[in-house]
Each structure stands twice: as structure tokens, then as C-alpha cells.
């Protein structure tokens, strides 16, 4: 009986053993991520790519171009797949900034107060570009007058940049010119 | 090299003889410069002053004036003039208006300026012609006279994009803003002799017109 018990007590344990085995969750190794297949929109295109980018046969995942790794750009990021309506927004939206821009760094020199007036109202613009050339149209035209407004934008912004520079243009409005200096208007 | 064989495709073919085709740019200095003052002293300490000194566009107008002997207004502009497809060693001219005349006098001999390297990280489009893309430059400005002196240089991270002849694009063009330092000596005043300066600031490098000229 004892004897009966344990040969009982050894099956009950195969069948558990087996039934563990069946049920654990298995281990899975997921497939690669496939590189990316597109060309870098930007910067040049390595000869050897350029090869496989002109060749009879199609870009693939198992290709060259994407088996070796990623196309970077000219700046060291990876290439983007290209969204014309995107592209095209991005590119309008340049070219009227580079058109303001271009606006305002013609008054650059100029001191009238219709010129200064235009120039502070783009100091805080949300754009970076047009805020710098804004503060370099300022800065040429060596109009002091303007430093107690460029002080009023500086207080009241809250971005760390833009009190900076502001800071900068005021300082450089205060130096003493070289057409100054050479006339003798300030003493050594 | 690609650049230079697409401008060569593209440009126009012009009837006169000496008609060339250069990229019109507008240079804006902004630098501040350091120099040396009187030093003065107490019974303990020694001191030793540096004067400041800024410098932009009317500045060195009004020093080349007497130059080419011509009074400019105050609308008078800086230009860099480069020709195409490269030019290493562009032109500086002061472009002004005389009773609604525009004229432009030639400064290179008393102000000039270098492109010592230029590299490109750009994509240029064959047909039409349209560039985009990075160029980093080192480009150098020399003013020479004799009661002023200075040479700045500096590296530039320039935009690349394509400039227009009569709405046709024609060339590639770099515009930005070059990081510029240097040294350059001025004379102060006849008792108190030359005076070296240190200079650093930017360079704004902006425009991409292409205009036909007569050389």
C-alpha cells in the first residue's frame, strides 16, 4: 500500500512537471526594427547609396541602404519621410519671414521715429529670426533714444533670450562709437 | 563642383561681351572693440583701463569717405559683391542715391574682404535650380587706412539657398551671420599715437539679388 501510495504520489508529480511545461509563457525575441528606407531629405547622398538609389532594383528592407543603418542628414539626424503639404507650408512660412526680415534690416541705419517705431514692435516677436534682425536694425542705427523702450520690453518678457539680448543691444547702443571716439566727443 | 557645373548649364547666356552675372549682398558689422586707456595709479595700486569701443556700418562709411572723396548719405549701404559661380575674393562697395541716381563706389582697395574656405552640406535640385542646405565659410574683413586699421575673421554657419536673376534662379547664394574677432590699431589723437584695439562681434551677411553687370 505504502509502495502503491508513493508510485502515485511520483506520477502525480510527472503530469505536474509536464503540465508546467506546456503552460509557461514561451520567450520571444521580436523581429529587428526595419531602418529607415528613405533618402536623407536633406545633405548629400553617399555615392554608394546614390548607386542603389538610381539601380533597376527597388529599395527594400533586406537592401543595402536600409541594411546597414540609417541615412542620416547633413546636421546628423535621421532622415524624415517627407510630407509635401507640410514641406510646402514650412517653406511659405520661411519665405515670409525671410521677407520680413528683410523689411526690417533695411531700416537698419535709419533713426527716424516711424523706422524705430516699426523695429521695437518686432523685438518680441515670436519669431527668433525676426527678433534678431529687429535688435540688428536697432543696433546700427546707434539711436540711443530708443534704449528706455528696449528696457520697458526686457522688463516685461519673460524669456531668459530675449532679456539677453535685449541686454546686449542696449549695451552696445551705450559704447562710445569709433566716429565718436575719433571726433574727440569722448574723453579718454 | 556639382554647383559649379549646374551654374554653368543654367546661366544666361548674355549678348555683351563682358556682362556678368554676381550675387548682390548686404554686409552689417556689429563689433565692439577693447583698447588700451591711460593707466592711472593711487599710493597702493596700479590700475590699467580698457576702453570700449563700438563699430557698425556708419562707422566705416565714415571712415572710408575721405577715401574716395564723396560725403554719403545716411542711406548708404555696405555691399558685398560676388561673382558666380565662386568667388573667394568678392568686391566691397558702398551703394548710395544722389538726387535719385543710385550709384556704387568701389571700397575693395581700402576695405576688403576674403573667403578663405567654403564647405557645403547641401541638396541642390537640377531642374529647376534650388538649393538648400548649410555652408560653413571663414571669411575675413580687412579695413586699411592709415589713421585706422583692423582684420576680423571669423567662421559663419551660412544658409544656403538659390538666388534669382529676373526671377530665374541662377546661382547658389550663402546668407548668415559670420562670428568674427580680431585686432586693428587706431590713432587716437597725434599726442597720444596708435592705439591697438581687440575687436570682436558679427558680420550679417544677407541678400540673395543677382544682378548683370558690366566688368
Redesign the interface.
Known amino acids: 500500500m505504502r509502495s502503491g501510495f508513493v508510485l502515485k504520489l511520483c506520477g502525480f508529480g510527472t503530469f505536474a512537471l509536464f503540465a508546467l511545461i506546456l503552460v509557461s509563457p514561451k520567450a520571444t525575441i521580436a523581429p529587428p526594427a526595419e531602418p529607415e528606407a528613405s533618402i536623407a531629405e536633406e545633405g548629400v547622398v553617399p555615392s554608394d547609396q546614390e548607386n542603389w538609389a538610381t539601380s533597376d532594383l527597388p529599395l527594400s528592407a533586406n537592401s543595402p541602404a536600409t541594411s546597414i543603418g540609417r541615412v542620416f542628414t547633413g546636421n546628423g539626424e535621421p532622415a524624415q519621410a517627407e510630407d509635401p503639404h507640410e514641406t510646402s507650408r514650412n517653406e511659405e512660412h520661411q519665405a515670409n519671414v525671410e521677407a520680413r526680415v528683410a523689411e526690417l534690416l533695411g531700416l537698419s541705419g535709419k533713426t527716424d521715429r516711424r523706422s524705430m517705431d516699426t523695429l521695437l514692435a518686432e523685438v518680441d516677436s515670436p519669431d527668433q529670426e525676426i527678433r534678431e534682425a529687429a535688435l540688428d536694425a536697432i543696433s546700427q542705427s546707434a539711436n540711443r533714444s530708443v534704449i528706455p523702450e528696449l528696457l520697458a520690453i526686457a522688463e516685461q518678457t519673460q524669456d531668459p533670450g530675449l532679456k539677453r539680448a535685449i541686454a546686449e543691444t542696449v549695451e552696445f547702443l551705450k559704447t562710445p562709437t569709433l566716429t565718436e571716439v575719433l571726433e574727440g566727443q569722448v574723453h579718454q | 563642383m556639382l554647383a559649379a557645373a549646374l551654374l554653368a548649364a543654367s546661366a544666361p547666356r548674355s549678348e555683351a561681351q563682358n556682362t556678368v552675372l554676381n550675387i548682390v549682398q548686404?554686409l552689417?558689422f556689429?563689433l565692439?572693440?577693447y583698447y588700451q586707456?591711460?593707466p592711472t595709479e593711487n599710493a597702493s595700486t596700479f590700475f590699467r583701463h580698457a576702453?570700449?569701443?563700438?563699430?557698425?556700418?556708419?562707422?566705416i562709411i565714415?571712415?572710408l569717405e575721405p577715401q574716395v572723396n564723396i560725403i554719403f548719405t545716411?542711406?548708404?549701404?555696405l555691399l558685398l559683391i560676388r561673382g558666380t559661380p565662386v568667388d573667394l575674393t568678392p568686391r566691397v562697395v558702398i551703394r548710395d542715391r544722389f538726387e535719385g541716381e543710385q550709384f556704387d563706389t568701389d571700397v575693395t582697395e581700402y576695405f576688403s574682404a576674403q573667403i578663405f574656405v567654403s564647405i557645403e552640406?547641401?541638396?541642390i535640385n537640377k531642374n529647376p535650380l534650388k538649393g538648400?542646405?548649410?555652408c560653413y565659410e571663414v571669411v575675413s574683413f580687412e579695413l586699411n587706412l592709415t589713421?585706422?586699421n583692423f582684420r576680423i575673421q571669423g567662421l559663419g554657419n551660412m544658409k544656403v539657398s538659390t538666388g534669382k536673376h529676373e526671377g530665374d534662379p541662377v546661382a547658389i547664394v550663402h546668407t548668415g551671420k559670420v562670428e568674427a574677432s580680431g585686432s586693428g590699431e587706431?590713432q587716437?589723437?597725434v599726442l597720444?599715437g596708435v592705439v591697438p584695439v581687440a575687436l570682436f562681434g558679427t558680420v550679417?551677411i544677407?541678400?540673395k539679388d543677382v544682378k548683370a553687370m558690366t566688368e
Open positions: 548686404e552689417r556689429k565692439t572693440g586707456m591711460s576702453g570700449k569701443v563700438s563699430i557698425s556700418n556708419n562707422d565714415n571712415l545716411s542711406d548708404a549701404r552640406d547641401t541638396k538648400s542646405g548649410v589713421d585706422v587706431y587716437v589723437s597720444s550679417q544677407s541678400g
